[in-house]
């Protein structure tokens, strides 16, 4: 103990009188609640505040406790496997905003033809479709546009899922789209058509996970809202599966976006909670938006050309240990930074991954170092396994183009394994200066993030899930 507290002081003399830095002592309960918010619990600890759920949806984490599907699924990944399937979408993403630029000049929509990968997207809503209402369970994504379900009579296959495979024909408000509709042409591109046939869509997302099927339109139930005519892929058929999930809510910025399509009622706005493994966290749109924070901070979605099915902010500056980084907004700016549901980890260019490790290092002298989890990535770790009650790690405060800024919560710094003898610093460097950041989820838990598409501008709300 004495020299726990022999080393905590003069860690503190070193921070406030050598090295002015802002720091905060973690108990180990709290540094151990957040190392394993990734890891399924036990126990489901319920409801935040400010949840009705009568106008919100709640999201659940997939193989968490608190999730329908139960525990016993053996899904847990390790930082390392979640580094890879990040990897995968970031690089996707970047794939897309590339493919996207290659025909900015040209006036189609650009179809949300091509997903992201699904590995890590790991939140889960309940929504009804049809008349009778037939509810299924879906993983949202802000990264994608097109909502599709598994239908029946699956014409070439359906994997097994959590409810009833929805069933077009006992529902009386369904119909399917023509081949040569507009809305079909712009999903898919002009193409020759029979007039006689239906609109076919295929959904490809990274990992070899395909879906195939028609494009319908029938009633969506929201909480207690009802939207007739709504637009989605009906599935006829699937490669791969996504763990008896019925299908994925689609929240991207597209035309074929639920956002778009329930705009007339919602406004274009919706907001989140993203819950930890054990908890549950809510969707809200509407009016019902914004109202989990009292503090909501804002800055401006950007509308990028390059980018036009993402959320885009400018990040302009990063404090660590209360000092900022002496990094121009101009390195931070181009191109900008997507906000995204589906990736874990926060992705920043390379010079300011590299201050921002840098200048965290500075404040965890006091710790041993454990070995990197990849050459690049995940490459500042400590074995926190033996270190005192309260260890203390520098705070890490994101600023954004109009005053915004998120005080990252001691979730999304750190990463690590469930006994502490390897936790790391949980940002990455992208792979090139010219590509885009990305704010992954970890770094968005304990926030109600608010898109307000329609007014151009997403919100930070400190204390909006608990
Ligand atoms: C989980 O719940 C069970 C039964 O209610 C209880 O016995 C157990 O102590 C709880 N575990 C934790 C980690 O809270
Ligand atoms: C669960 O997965 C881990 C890592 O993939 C593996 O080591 C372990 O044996 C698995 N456990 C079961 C019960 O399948
Ligand atoms: C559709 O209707 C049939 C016949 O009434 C019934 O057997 C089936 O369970 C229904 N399917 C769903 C998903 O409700
Ligand atoms: C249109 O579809 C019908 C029925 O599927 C088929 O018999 C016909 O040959 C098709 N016509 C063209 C031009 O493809
Ligand atoms: C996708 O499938 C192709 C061919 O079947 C295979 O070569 C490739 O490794 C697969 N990719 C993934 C990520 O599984
Ligand atoms: C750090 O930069 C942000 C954004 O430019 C600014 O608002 C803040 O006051 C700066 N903090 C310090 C300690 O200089």
């Known amino acids: 103990m004495a020299i726990r507290h022999a080393s905590l002081l003069s860690y503190l003399l070193y921070s406030f009188l050598l090295f002015p830095f802002y720091v905060e002592a973690f108990g180990r309960e ?20 400010g949840f009705d759920h009568s106008t919100k949806l709640q999201i659940v984490y997939k193989n968490g406790p608190c999730s329908p599907l139960g525990l016993g699924r053996n899904t847990t990944l390790s930082p390392l496997q979640i580094l890879l399937q990040d990897q995968l979408r970031v690089q996707s993403i970047q794939s897309r905003i590339f493919k996207e630029t290659s025909i900015a000049g040209s006036k189609a929509a650009i179809p949300a033809k091509f997903g992201l990968p699904l590995g890590k997207m790991e939140y889960i809503v309940k929504v009804g479709f049809g008349t009778p209402t037939q509810y299924v369970t879906l993983l949202f994504d ?12 699956c014409a070439i296959s359906c994997y097994q899922q959590l409810e009833p495979i929805f069933d077009p024909s006992n529902s009386s408000s369904y119909s399917s789209i023509p081949c040569d509709s507009v809305q079909c042409s712009q999903l898919v591109g002009p193409h020759p058509c029979n007039s006689t046939s239906k609109c076919i869509y295929l959904m490809k997302y990274m990992g070899n996970f395909t879906s195939i ?6 009633t969506l139930t929201i909480s207690s809202d009802v939207f007739p005519g709504f637009q989605f892929g009906c599935s006829q058929g699937t490669r791969g599966d996504i763990g008896m999930i019925a299908g994925i809510l689609g929240l991207g910025r597209d035309q074929v976006s639920l956002v778009s399509q329930t705009a007339k009622t919602y406004g274009e706005i919706f ?11 809510y969707l809200a749109f509407g009016s019902q938006a914004g109202t989990g924070s009292t503090s909501i901070k804002y800055t401006p979605l950007v509308i990028d050309l390059n980018a036009p099915s993402f959320y885009v902010v400018q990040l302009i500056g990063i404090s660590v240990g209360g000092r900022n980084l002496s990094i121009p907004p101009s390195v931070f700016k181009s191109p900008g930074t997507i906000i995204d549901s589906g990736t874990t980890l926060t992705y920043l260019p390379p010079s300011v991954y590299a201050a921002l490790r840098s200048a965290f290092r500075q404040g965890m002298t006091n710790y041993p170092p454990a070995p990197p989890l990849s050459p690049d990535e995940l490459d500042t770790c400590y074995d926190l396994s033996k270190s005192a009650t309260n260890v203390v790690i520098p705070s890490v405060v994101f600023y954004f183009e109009g005053g915004a800024s998120l005080d990252v919560d001691l979730t999304g710094r750190v990463i690590g394994d469930s006994s502490l003898s390897q936790v790391c610093l949980a940002f990455a460097a992208t792979s090139s200066p010219n590509e885009f950041g990305v704010l992954g989820n970890l770094l968005q838990q304990t926030y109600e993030v608010i898109y307000d598409v329609a007014g151009q501008r997403l919100g930070f709300g400190p204390g909006g899930c608990t």
């Open 213 to 218: 099927g028609y494009l319908g339109v029938d």
């Open 271 to 281: 907001s989140y909670c993203l819950p930890s493994s054990n908890s549950i966290g």
């Open 30 to 49: 709290r540094l151990e609640a957040a190392i394993n918010s990734r890891f399924p619990a036990t126990n489901c600890s319920l409801s935040p505040k």
């Open 142 to 153: 802000t990264g994608s546009s097109l909502t599709w379900i598994q239908c029946q009579p």
